[in-house]
Each structure stands twice: as C-alpha cells, then as structure tokens.
C-alpha cells in the first residue's frame, strides 16, 4: 500500500545534538512538507519541495535543515540553533498542483533534553 | 494567507451524543481536510473534502464552499472518540504550485461514559 512513512515515532535527544527526522513517500508526490505543532497551535510550515533538489522556507524556516535528493525521501534535520526543538513533527506530501490531496505521516515527538 | 477558525476549541461530551465541531476558513481553498490526533500525537486523515457531504461510518463531513465553513459531526459519539480533531485547507491559488496547508489550532474532544 502507498503511503508516507516517519520514524521514529518518539525521539529523545540532548540539548545541542542535531537530530535527523526521516520522512519517505511511495506515492509518487512531487510536493513534501514539514510541519510543526506545539502546544495550543495549529501546525505550522518548517520547509516544503516541490521537486527533487529544491526546496523553500515556509514561515518557522530558523534552526531547521533539510534536504530532496530523492523524489521519495525529505528528512528534515533540527539543528543546535533552533531554541525550542521539542514539538511534535508532521510530515505529509502531495502532487504538485492546488487540487492535489495531501497525505500526511503519522508524526514524529521530538523531546530534548 | 487563509485564517482557520475551529470551535469549539473543547469540547466535553457524554457517550453516544451527537457532535459538531466547526470550522470556519477566509479565502478559497481547492480541498478541506479533516485530521484526528490521538493522545500520543499519531495523526490520521478522516476526509478530504472539495464540496458536498462524505460519511465514514459514524463520522460525516459537510463543507459550504459559498459559507467557507465546514462541519464534521460524530453519531453516537463514544469515548474511543476522544483526541484532537484538526481542519486543514490547502490554498487554491498557489500559483500552479501545491504551497501546503493551513491549520485550524484544533478541538479536543473527550467523551465521558
């Protein structure tokens, strides 16, 4: 079945260790994203590519990293330099195109400490 | 930039009531999706929505595209029920690109037995 993989699901960390959340798509989507829930928000865009070796900030962009060399896979690092790094990370896809509908991860909690 | 309005924001119920929750967007959108998230963060698509009605079950979902507002309502609501239910918009004019989602910030919902 397709459908868009992330692991881990719960992730501890130490504070100023970077960490790499893995996100993969069997779907065949052009588009990926990253976005990030805290608490009393709604999920906010980290990053977003809509074609193998490109990818643009979306409003939270600071302290965050990523990458598209392939189209199935966008992992996203968290840096040192972002502040509050403990969230909960979700990660969907679609294909390009504003009627496209959006699949999404199960969603990675990221707790530093 | 779409605002997305939920209410309730909480919302505490007895098993088997019948439940609304409502959400309420600014500008055009091409689809509606309606998320649960479970204590614990796994979040799982109930419907995409682009006019009309769609059931799922005990689950329904409306959207008036004149009103921009959509609805999803629980029959006989019991406590297996209870998480956050999140309404995301994708935008419909991103300029021949997928430009992601908008996020409602989400109603917790707890059923009582």
């Known amino acids: 079945d397709g459908g868009i993989t992330q692991s881990p699901k719960y992730l501890f960390r130490k504070e100023g260790q970077n960490v790499t959340l893995s996100c993969e798509q069997n779907?065949?989507?052009?588009?990926m994203y990253w976005y990030r829930q805290d608490p009393g928000q709604g999920l906010r865009l980290i990053y977003y590519s809509q074609i193998v070796n490109d990818f643009q900030k979306g409003d939270i962009a600071e302290g965050y990293s990523v990458s598209r060399e392939k189209k199935e896979s966008f992992p996203l690092t968290v840096t040192s330099a972002q502040k509050n790094p403990t969230a909960f990370y979700l990660c969907?896809?679609?294909?390009?195109?504003?009627?496209?509908?959006?699949?999404f991860g199960q969603g990675t909690r990221l707790t530093v400490v | 930039k779409n605002e997305v309005e939920q209410s309730p924001q909480n919302l505490t119920a007895q098993e088997g009531e019948f439940i609304t929750i409502n959400c309420s967007y600014s500008?055009?959108?091409?689809?509606l999706h309606w998320l649960q998230q479970h204590p614990g963060g796994g979040i799982v698509s109930l419907f995409m929505l682009s006019s009309g009605k769609k059931k799922h079950g005990r689950l329904i979902a409306t959207i008036n595209i004149q009103e921009k507002h959509s609805s999803l309502h629980i029959t006989a609501s019991h406590p297996r029920d209870s998480a956050v239910y999140i309404c995301a918009v994708q935008n419909a004019y991103s300029g021949g690109g997928a430009d992601g989602l908008t996020f409602g910030k989400g109603t917790h919902l707890i059923i009582q037995p």
């Open positions: 779907l065949n989507h052009d588009a």
């Open positions: 969907a896809s679609s294909y390009r195109g504003g009627f496209s509908e959006a699949f």
């Open positions: 500008v055009g959108i091409s689809a």
